[in-house]
């Protein structure tokens, strides 16, 4: 698979930073550690982040 999709392996919530990771060649905690840092800005991170669970394919 190429798409953007949540692995069943590697998931720590819900698998959206693995998916994501995965698809652009990163390290899982890479995303992971930006998705935390993101929160110290303002913005809908947390709504996107359960939209994205809700939106993408799981394995």
Known sequence: MNGLYRPRQGRVIAGVC?????????????????????CLLPGPQF?????L??????E
Do not use: D, E, K, Q
């Open 18 to 38: 693995a998916g994501i990771a995965r698809r652009f060649g990163m390290s899982p905690w890479t995303v992971r550690l930006l998705a935390l840092l993101s």
């Open 53 to 58: 669970w809700i939106m993408l394919p799981s």
């Open 47 to 51: 709504v996107v982040y359960i939209v």
